[in-house]
């Protein structure tokens, strides 16, 4: 199954530094499980902490180095 996706899920989810974020949206088509979600209506970018993976693609494509993986505190 998932068991790779499953264990990083558990451990590392993504931050986004909102005052570093220009708006230019770039890490939204990088996100393949739909974590990254961006609201029309308020102009700004919404994080799924739930949706996330911590797969870190977004963290690669974004140019101002917004976002980051940190560990995930699991209850
Ligand atoms: S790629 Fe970075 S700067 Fe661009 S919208 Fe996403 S988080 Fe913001
Ligand atoms: S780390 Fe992966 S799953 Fe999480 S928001 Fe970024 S691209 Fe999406």
């Given at each position: 199954m998932q068991s790779t996706d499953t264990q990083?899920?558990?451990?590392?989810?993504?931050?986004?530094?909102?005052?570093?974020?220009?708006?230019?949206?770039?890490?939204?088509?990088?996100?393949?499980?739909?974590?990254?979600?961006?609201?029309?209506?308020?102009?700004?970018?919404?994080v799924d902490i739930w949706a996330c993976t911590g797969c870190g693609s977004c963290v690669t494509v974004c140019p101002q180095k917004a976002l980051s993986l940190q560990p995930r505190n699991v209850g």
């Amino acid at each position: 199954m998932q068991s790779t996706d499953t264990q990083t899920r558990q451990q590392y989810c993504i931050e986004l530094e909102e005052t570093l974020c220009d708006g230019c949206r770039k890490c939204l088509p990088a996100c393949s499980y739909t974590a990254l979600i961006w609201v029309r209506a308020s102009d700004e970018l919404l994080v799924d902490i739930w949706a996330c993976t911590g797969c870190g693609s977004c963290v690669t494509v974004c140019p101002q180095k917004a976002l980051s993986l940190q560990p995930r505190n699991v209850g």
